[in-house]
């Protein structure tokens, strides 16, 4: 029997996509051959993004993050953030899960709501008269609509519009530091290659993660020693023993995000990290993914013949202004004279240390943050970061 929508990917895009198509009485095929599985990020979920999933998850085992430091290893600074962790009935700013166990309780849910989960891997995906033959290695099924939520590398995106180009993503690589964790997560700005430092503690050890662009020219390895070096000056995770891992992530432009294309006839999506819906300053994406999820379901559901130009208007409306603010800050924020302002502000300010607790939480927007800046009480100091910002 063909299926109304296959989704290819069964991480939280794929999933959540399928559990809302599902419960709306879809046939809905979810092929993936390799989840739930553990994926090099550092595996923070805010507080917006569980909202988007609370009715559907139960009981996952997460690690409530109480603060964040920002730290300066070369000068040997660092000033601590304090995070909201409210009453037990709202979500708290920023909770860390396994991937594992976050991607297996939304595949759950999708597969409790009706779904039929195929696992196996696709190997080629071809458009019909009337929807979408997938074949999946010496099989295939048909559907009537299609959704990409097949990550970065996006098999849906390969044959349905055009792959990313190696300056639209950044690479991610690290070491998990296994039998150690933390209830803070610890943030270093690294102006050579430009970009960031983490370690984000999962419920059992320690995700440590160096974040650029592919267009710095850097290999993993080399990013990986970098961050080995870290590791032992800030002694994080003594003794800890390091598993390596890679992955890459979107990281699009002003342009890209003025020209982002992600739904197509005869009815195709993309979702998540295959649609470009990343933060390119933070890396951010399961918020994205989720709600992306959601209005490609709304949009399929609606049985509209236009339901293609339905997600489309709602991502460049709704997300797309957002993400590109963003990149146009990006090249400027991962800079020595910032990360030294930056660190100074946070230092003296109360007022600013909530402005980037929001940030963290993703309470901020991008649109707001100057005025946000300009409205505390350290004009000269929030004055002096966003001239940064914009003139340097």
Known sequence: MRADVAVVGAGPAGSWTAYCL???????????????????????VTGRALS???????????????????VDSVGGQSVSVGLDVPAVEFPPDLVVASRTDFDAALLHAAREAGAELVPARVRDIVATDDGFRVDFGGDARDARHLVGADGANSLVRRRMTA??????????????AHET??????????????????SFPRPDHLAIGICTEFSAGVGAASLRERLAAWIRTTRIAPGARLQPYSWPIPSLSDADLAELSVSGAPGWFLVGDAAGLVDPLTREGIYFALVSAEWAADSIASGQPYMCELYDNRVRERVAPELARAARLKARFFTAPFAALMMDAIARSESIRRVAADLIAGRQCYETLKWRLVRTFEIGVAFRLWRHLLDT
Request: with cysteine; aromatic share 10%.
């Open 22 to 44: 599902a419960r709306r009485g879809a046939r809905v095929l979810l092929i993936d051959g390799s989840h739930p599985r553990e994926k090099p990020c550092g595996g923070g």
């Open 52 to 70: 988007v999933v609370a009715a559907a998850l139960s009981d996952l085992p997460t690690r409530v993050i109480h603060s964040a430091r920002f």
């Open 163 to 176: 792959p990313f180009t190696r300056d639209q993503l950044s690479i991610a690589t690290g070491w998990y």
């Open 181 to 198: 964790t933390s209830d803070e997560i610890v943030i270093e700005f690294v102006a050579d290659p430009p970009g960031y430092i983490w």
